[in-house]
């Protein structure tokens, strides 16, 4: 199946802790995005590549790392876990036109206790 | 700069009722529209989309028309199922490989 696929769908760590989540586009995309979802459902964008080169980079503390290998695959680091990262975490990738959509992930659910 | 103003939520229907979610914008330029759903557990995926005034986006029975006059891309379904018991989230992006601004997304339940 084409799509948008990010692992793990679900995350529990203490504080404190480094974790890591993977996501992975088979679209043929060259744009990929990292969206954070709080509890309200707002949506928030983090990051996005656009063919493994950052473009936007939102005020996110720098605890958070995104990384590129190549044009398929966006991680998101994260270091020293806090509560307040507690959130869904969506990975979603665009073609490079203002007239086609972003395909999401299924998204990770992080949980920092 | 740019923005998307939804209607807040929750909006609880009955089955066959008529829907309405309205939604604004901000921006210079000439934006693309978007309405995404996200069903629970799941991702947001598109709905339907217009890329120029007046364009009309339509399935699955929702329908929304890109007015540039006032500045609105209401979300429009005539007869809900429960299945559509979902967020909805209006959005706009404008230039390639750029941010899309997301509304702040509407809760719909639609009771049997």
């Known amino acids: 199946d084409t799509a948008v696929s990010q692992t793990p769908k679900y995350l529990v760590t203490q504080m404190g802790n480094d974790k890591s989540i993977k996501c992975e586009q088979n679209?043929?995309?060259?744009?990929m995005y990292w969206y954070k979802q709080d509890s309200k459902k707002f949506l928030k964008i983090m990051f996005s590549y656009n063919n493994k080169e950052l473009i936007i980079n939102e005020t996110v503390p720098n605890r958070f790392s995104p990384k590129s290998p190549d044009k398929a695959h966006l991680n998101l680091h994260i270091n020293s876990l806090e509560l307040g990262d507690s959130a869904v975490y969506f990975c979603?990738?665009?073609?490079?036109?203002?007239?086609?959509?972003?395909?999401f992930g299924n998204g990770t659910r992080l949980t920092v206790t | 700069g740019d923005s998307v103003t939804q209607m807040e939520g929750p909006v609880t229907l009955s089955e066959e009722a008529f829907l309405t979610i309205n939604c604004t914008y901000t921006a210079t330029g000439y934006p693309s529209l978007f309405w995404y759903v996200q069903y629970p557990g799941e991702g947001l995926q598109l709905l339907l989309k217009?890329?120029?005034?007046?364009d009309k986006g339509s399935n699955k029975g929702f329908e929304a028309t890109y007015r540039k006059e006032t500045t609105s891309f209401h979300l429009e379904k005539g007869s809900v199922q429960v299945s559509d018991s979902a967020v909805y989230f209006c959005a706009l992006i404008k230039t390639n490989a750029g941010k899309s601004t997301f509304g702040d997304g509407t809760t719909l339940t639609v009771k049997p």
């Open positions: 979603a990738s665009s073609q490079n036109s203002a007239k086609e959509p972003l395909h």
């Open positions: 679209l043929g995309h060259d744009t």
């Open positions: 217009a890329t120029k005034a007046d």
